[in-house]
Each structure stands twice: as structure tokens, then as C-alpha cells.
């Protein structure tokens, strides 16, 4: 089960870059966001943006959101 990522273009006010899945409540405007890709979980996708942003960080409720889901997809 893949899901698409985005990365928060804009950094939190403790200067980490939040990483989301399409769909999230606090996913920021598309202007705002940049596209990661599609990948199994979040871990995944952090992997990509820690690449470009090193201080990213997944969202608390996509963090959840997956921990929830994963038994359905394993
Ligand atoms: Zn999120």
C-alpha cells in the first residue's frame, strides 16, 4: 500500500520541516508543500526529505495514521 508524502516547504517555528501524507488534516497548501513521492510508510518518505532538509520530522497524526493502518496492509 503506497501512499503519496509532501514535505512542509516551510519550516515549524523550532525549525523542523514537517513531513505529510496527502490527506492529512494539517497537510499544508500545495504552494507550500513539495512532493516527495510515494512510499510504503512515513519512515520511507522521511528518508527522502532528510536528504534535502535534514531536520525533518513526520507529523504527529500521519505518525499515528500509520502505526493505526499498518495492521491492515501487512
Ligand atoms: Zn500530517
Do not use: W
Not at 31 to 51: D, P, S, T, Y
Amino acid at each position: 500500500m503506497h501512499r503519496y508524502y509532501c514535505l512542509n516547504k516551510n519550516a515549524q517555528t523550532n525549525g523542523v520541516h514537517e513531513v505529510h501524507r496527502l490527506g492529512c488534516r494539517f497537510l499544508p497548501k500545495s504552494e507550500h508543500r513539495i512532493n516527495l513521492g510515494l512510499f510504503n510508510n512515513v519512515q520511507e518518505a522521511i528518508m527522502k526529505a532528510l536528504k534535502t532538509h535534514p531536520s525533518s520530522k513526520c507529523c504527529p497524526s500521519c505518525l499515528e495514521y500509520d502505526s493505526k493502518n499498518k495492521h491492515y496492509f501487512s
